[in-house]
């Protein structure tokens, strides 16, 4: 019942730009904290942005300054702006809804998309 579908992957040269999107349904937007994690190969899987319904954001400091989380509450979707991006971006980028009272009940991820900065 619960969905979270992303879109916008995919191939961007260095210091390009490219925009993520995430649409959840079956869950009250509201009442989740929303962000995005990325898994690169060898690596482990780590926060990138997140977002909570009063618009108060958090980034990993690799992604300051270029990367802009948002979300839109009419459509119950949330965004990623990737912006300057570095061939260090490319990773496999997942959205997450995260319960702000109950996490350990509700915490959903999408399938994820592919994002890859490379000449």
């Known amino acids: 019942q619960v969905q979270l579908v992303e879109s916008g992957g995919g191939l961007v040269r260095p210091g390009g730009s490219l925009s993520l999107s995430c649409a959840a349904s079956?869950?009250?937007?509201?009442?989740?904290?929303m962000g995005w994690y990325r898994q690169a190969p060898g690596k482990q899987r780590e926060l990138v942005a997140t977002i909570t319904s009063g618009d108060a954001t958090s980034y990993a400091d690799s992604v300051k300054g270029r990367f802009t989380i948002s979300r839109d509450t009419a459509q119950n979707t949330v965004t990623l702006q990737m912006n300057s991006l570095k061939p260090e971006d490319t990773a496999v980028y997942h959205c997450?809804?995260?319960?702000?009272?109950?996490?350990?009940?509700?915490?959903?991820w999408g399938q994820g998309t592919q994002v890859t900065v490379s000449s």
């Open positions: 079956g869950i009250i937007f509201s009442r989740y904290v």
């Open positions: 997450n809804a995260r319960h702000l009272n109950i996490p350990e009940l509700h915490n959903y």
